[in-house]
């Protein structure tokens, strides 16, 4: 729905994917512009990656090859046009899986193991010794979260399974490690504390992988001063920026293809109140044909 200068969804449960869809129309109209009005350039090579949001899937796995060497590259994802992100945080990603024992839970919850206890104690631990959301300890910085929760089947058995889905994030690797191991500690130890009258107590699996690693660019890398340039042509005022989110930019710049991200008009990403900034997005479509015909 458009109203003002802003599109939004009709339905006010429901986003409506500018995240990243106007990166994906910025550049689609560049390369339409480009074809339309005969517009020389340099040598250009457009990449539509895929899965982004579930582990910057597309841009890990996209073949090299194929892009063609290029000595410049940007990337379209964000609000304003004029932020430029230059570096962003690294994220690993882990699945928990906590094993307790059934039993009925009126009849002989004495012998049960509940692996929804053992969540809750390890949350809890996390939550209140400050390893939960936004993590401060003493310089360092990072967030963590439990996403996902899955378990129980009905309320007269006690759980014997549990899932959980969570992450961790730091610019730091070693912090970032830190968190991993923090969470990990919590579930088993959690899982010790609730034992049965037969002396069980429940297990708990780990498995995860690194999203995306840290990267921050240097003053002097030349995406970044052609960015800066093109923003500044444009009419703009270019402010660098380090993201506490991952970026396609991750994956790209630490495959050895250092990628500058400007924003294309989000507002409210990842919530019912996304909008698009029509005013922005504009903007970002005149400096990504700014930047594709090779002025800057
Ligand atoms: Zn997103």
Sequence with gaps: MLQGNEIFSKNSSRGIGADDRAGVAVLLNTALEILEKNIPSPPLTFLWSVQEEVGLQGVRHAS???LQNPKLA??????SPEK???GATGGYRMQIKISGLASHAGGAPEKGVSAIAIAGLAIADLQKRGWHGQIIKGRQRGTSNI??????TATNVIADRVEL??????YSKAFRSKIVAQIKTAFSRAAKQVVNTNGHSGQVTFTGQTDYESFRLKQTEPS????????????GNPVPFCSAGGLDANWLTARGIPTVTLGCGQLYQHTCQERLDLP??????SIALYLA???S
């Excluded at 996403?147 to 129980?152: K, Q």
């Excluded at 889905?165 to 730091?170: G, H, L, N």
């Design 293 to 295: 015909s090779g002025r």
């Design 280 to 285: 922005w997005f504009h903007k970002a479509c």
């Design 64 to 66: 090299l090859g194929m």
């Design 165 to 170: 889905k969570a992450e961790a994030r730091s």
């Design 84 to 86: 430029l992100t230059i």
């Design 147 to 152: 996403g996902v929760i899955h378990g129980g």
């Design 224 to 235: 970044l001063q052609v960015a800066k340039a093109a923003v500044r042509a444009m009419g």
């Design 74 to 79: 940007f990337n379209f994802d964000g609000g």
